[in-house]
């Protein structure tokens, strides 16, 4: 009799009028299932009982008070501190960025505005060598990893410090192998069943199984994508470690949530996939850092899935190739960032502690601002990689005939206008060894193959 209750009560709703009403129990459960027969066609559009939406975990309110039964993460003054600085750091680097790109001197970049607790919460709650999949907004749990403002600034210009693309993806494609960041990759959502395959390849292996868990973010458009489901069905149906991370703030570039999905959110969909799930304030780190350890603890013990959404809001346009203001007010933004800001928030419960006080809130923005500006001047004095580079360590193995077919292909250009044409020569300049280390790398491959 529990279990029908229990059923009924966590997975359904019924649209009839009539009263509400248990299970017969003498009726048993369908053969093959677990699922209870009933005398009366039932229709369900909920998870939850009586029809109300998943609730959503919080801990600080909005003045940085801990709420009524809220419990606190395990948190001592050095990391709190950390999680505060690293999410000041995140806007800093983002107005430098988006700036410069007005000027022209990058030619793309996304923010994280009003995203922050999302970000650097999930990324305090891993181990520094879970794999990570990003969707483009995740720059701060690459800085959390200790990836550096340098290294920052090198892949947004391209230039030869640039070890996460050497100059050859679009800015803010992050990767790094030694911080276990994939490559960001433009197409919506990819990355989702991606992550599932990791997380089985984590499973397979004797050395990290029930160590790691691969770790996948996404927004909640890209959760209307075939590939979110068809990662969520592998992460639930075959044991893979996958933490799958949905940010959902309101906006798929210009479509408001409202018109992407009819039912409650992207966590009912986990739910629906048998996978545990947890809503989260997205703007209260600390709810997001507590949800996120459990989030994992369970991931990694279970070997399966985990769904969190992190409910948060994008105060910054989609990208520098969008403007929100064409698709939603001005004050209804001015309006969040002054109503929740996770940053003030955070910040308010630092101080109710006298764990941070307006002094060092000046002296820390100072300090950033400095060193933010001063990668951002060694990035740009910097030349980009040798142009040859253009074609290495693409594949492994043996290199493939279209390949070197490109690569033949520029060496006939460079040869007829490299030093004939203002253009070109004036990009040559740029690179490293002014394009000469192609030239004579291919050239004497090209002679050889003659020769042969």
Known sequence: MLRTLLIRHLFCRSLSTTPRFLFPESLGLLPNSQSPISHKPLFFNAVSAAGKQLPAYRVID????????????????????????????????????????RQGKISFYMTSYGEEATIIGTAAALLPDDEVLGQYRELGVLLWRGWG??????????????????????????GSPKHHFHTISSPLGTQIPQAAGVAYALRRDATRRGKNCAVVYFGEGAASEGDFHAGMLFASTVASPTLFIARNNGFAISTPASEQYFGDGIAARGVGYGIDTIRVDGNDVLAVLNATREARRRCV????????????????????????????????????????????????????????????????????????????KHAEGLKRHELSELFSDMYGGEEPLNLKEQREELIRLLQKYGNAWGPWKAELKKFKDNGESLLGRVGSTTNKGETG
Request: charged share 30%.
């Open 149 to 174: 403002i340098d290294a920052t600034m090198a892949q947004c210009f391209g230039n030869e410090q640039d070890l996460s693309g050497k100059g050859r993806q679009m800015p803010v494609h992050w």
């Open 301 to 376: 013990e279970s070997g399966r899935g985990v769904l969190l959404e992190a409910m948060t809001y994008r105060v910054g346009h989609h990208s520098t190739s969008d403007d929100s203001f064409a698709y939603r007010a001005r004050q209804e933004v001015e309006d969040r960032k002054r109503i929740d800001n996770p940053i003030s928030r955070y910040r308010l419960f630092l101080k109710n502690r006298n764990w941070w006080s307006d002094a060092e809130e000046v002296e820390l923005k100072e300090s950033l601002k400095k060193d933010v500006m001063r990668a951002l």
């Open 62 to 101: 909005g003045v940085g008070n801990v709420i009524e039964g809220g419990e606190l993460p395990e948190l001592d003054e050095q990391l709190a501190r950390e999680i505060y600085k690293n999410m000041v750091l995140l806007p800093i680097i983002d107005n430098v960025l988006y700036n410069i790109q």
